[in-house]
């Protein structure tokens, strides 16, 4: 092999190298910046983009096996509102969904009071005796 | 004939869906609940639901479609079951990362069995929305919604609007604080025509105006005393409500698995009153003496939440509040106006456990619940205890 085909081979070698390495550091910087940005769009006081509903280690903000739940609350499955998700190379971008908006009303904003009483079905009792 | 017609918008919006669309989603979810006092009233019947719902939605083009349907049982009270049907389609134009303009027009039903059938409805519902990103950290959000409901019982038709405007905050210190303003108008269409028992009780009655007995469109119930008597009585004075409303919330991170909140909720009647006085027997049911336009007063919460290994999830709260119901009148069990009007005391607490995987949430929960009222029917406590799980599964390319 001559010195210039090894000279060839080397810089693609370092080349792909420098690309695995960088590829690396962005998937780690994304990490950081999960774990930086703080956003609690459920109001629970835990940081929204920590959650990891499959346990396997990648928020779900990161995480390509984890599916947005469809039913208007946007983040987890009952308990969230939010619609974050994390840029493949590019940091937090807002991840639009229409679910985030559904569910609009007077007693349905953020705050999940308990003013309403969510324990009890939309049945009825018997008049009064 | 009529409980039909009212579910054919749903119904025609489930059909239209029917047609392949690149991506569907679906949410399968089966409930069990069980309490002492599910009812919620000093008589503290015990009964079982068990329910099950699928929701649906799908693309098309710039469309989302949607449709969900519930069905629950009632184990012990079998004539309380019912039926709900949903369906319609939004629109989501985000024109950068940092707005997005939300409509949505759906319609919704609900059929329940004879025992209910009163509250079969039929409502169409337009939505509007827009939420912007200030900042990364900061959200603003403002909604409105227009809605018209035709019931079964033609007295309780409304149309209502409500407006909602709220900021989001969230700092570094892993707190985040929420302040949310709304406001709401709700009119009834038609609440002298409860026929017969507006003729006797359309006369502007004070209250402790006693009840008025007669027979009505909503036909007869057994009522206070074990008579008979109006399932609903009708006020003259007025047929709009109008309502505002400020509520706040203060979050703090400890660590970062355990968070803290405190929220808290005011509203006032600005005008109008109830034009019902009351609405006999539907306590849970929403109604229009126990709905978001029939209160004013107060109420807060506060809530530990903690993510445990396995991310499991651990909630625990304690939720108080004082409502009143400006224009319906607390009664005596006899059924005789007591000159007052009803006001309850609320103290509620409630803990959770949920575990989410990738695309299945399983949750178990229990409430104890104490209900003060100066109507006795409403002073009651109670236990409930539910669990459940939730499904989302998706067929086709889901984008």
Redesign the interface.
């Given at each position: 092999m001559s010195t210039k085909k090894l000279l060839k081979a080397g810089s693609i070698l370092i080349l792909g190298l420098g690309l695995v390495a960088g590829s690396a550091f962005a998937q780690s910087t994304n990490r950081v910046k999960t774990r930086a940005m703080f956003m609690d769009q459920n109001g629970d006081g835990i940081s929204d983009l920590l959650r990891d509903h499959d346990n396997d280690g990648i928020p779900n903000c990161q995480d390509a096996d984890w599916t947005r739940p469809q039913n208007g609350t946007g983040y987890q499955s009952r308990n969230g509102q939010g619609g974050e998700r994390m840029g493949a190379g590019n940091g937090l971008h807002h991840g639009w969904s229409s679910a985030e908006f559904r569910g609009q009303g007077l007693s349905k904003g953020p705050f999940g009071t308990g003013v309403c009483d969510g324990t009890g079905p939309k049945g009825n009792g018997k008049g009064r005796r | 004939m009529k409980d039909f017609k009212i579910l054919l918008l749903p119904l025609l919006l489930l059909s239209a869906a029917a047609y392949p669309l690149k991506a569907d989603?679906f949410?399968l979810s089966l409930f069990q609940?069980g309490a002492d006092n599910?009812?919620?009233?000093a008589?503290g019947?015990s009964?079982r639901?068990s329910s099950f719902a699928l929701?649906w939605?799908g693309r098309a083009g710039r469309f989302?479609l949607?449709a969900d349907g519930d069905y629950?049982y009632?184990w012990r009270?079998t004539g309380?079951?019912?039926l709900?049907l949903g369906g319609g389609a939004?629109y989501?134009y985000?024109p950068g990362?940092?707005t997005?303009l939300?409509v949505?027009l759906e319609g919704r039903g609900?059929l329940y069995r004879s025992?209910?059938d009163d509250f079969n409805y039929g409502a169409v519902r337009l939505?509007a929305?827009v939420?912007t990103?200030l900042s990364?950290?900061s959200?603003l959000k403002a909604?409105a919604?227009s809605e018209y409901r035709s019931f079964r019982t033609e007295i309780f038709n409304a149309l209502s609007q409500?407006l909602?405007l709220?900021l989001?905050k969230?700092?570094?210190t892993?707190t985040?604080l929420?302040a949310?303003a709304?406001w709401?108008y709700k009119y009834f269409l038609q609440p002298q025509a409860a026929g017969t028992i507006a003729a006797e009780a359309a006369a502007p009655a004070p209250l402790g105006g006693g009840v008025n007995s007669g027979s009505g469109p909503g036909g007869w119930?057994?009522?206070?005393?074990?008579g008979v008597q109006a399932p609903f009585l009708y006020r003259s004075s007025g047929k709009g409500i109008q309502?505002a409303?400020l509520?706040?919330?203060v979050?703090?991170?400890?660590g970062?698995?355990?968070?803290?909140?405190l929220?808290?909720?005011r509203q006032w009647f600005l005008s109008g009153e109830n034009p019902f006085t009351y609405v006999?027997?539907?306590?849970?049911?929403?109604n229009p003496t126990y709905d978001?336009f029939s209160w004013e007063g107060f109420?807060?919460?506060a809530?530990l939440?903690f993510?445990m290994p396995?991310?499991a999830e651990l909630?625990a709260?304690y939720?108080a509040?004082r409502?009143e119901f400006p224009g319906i009148e607390a009664?005596g069990?006899?059924?005789t106006g007591l000159g007052m009007m009803r006001k309850d005391t609320r103290r509620?607490f409630?803990v959770r456990v949920?575990k989410?995987?990738?695309?299945m949430?399983l949750?178990l929960?229990y409430?104890h619940?104490r209900n003060d009222s100066n109507d006795p029917?409403f002073h009651w406590n109670g236990g409930?205890i539910?669990g459940g799980l939730?499904w989302?599964f998706?067929t086709g390319a889901?984008q």
């Open positions: - | 989603q949410q609940t599910l009812y919620q009233t008589l019947t009964d639901i929701s939605n989302t949607f629950a009632l009270s309380l079951s019912y709900t939004d989501l985000a990362e940092k997005a939300y949505s609900a025992d209910y939505t929305a939420k990103y990364p950290t959200i909604s919604l409500t909602n709220s989001d969230y700092f570094q892993k985040t929420k949310e709304g709401g119930r057994s009522g206070r005393g074990g309502i409303s509520s706040g919330l979050a703090q991170g400890l970062d698995r355990v968070g803290f909140r929220t808290g909720i006999e027997e539907f306590y849970m049911v929403e978001d109420g807060w919460n809530q939440t993510l396995w991310e909630k709260g939720s509040g409502k009664l069990l006899e059924g509620q409630e949920e989410d995987f990738a695309r949430s949750f929960a409430a619940i029917l409930f539910s939730v989302n998706a889901v």
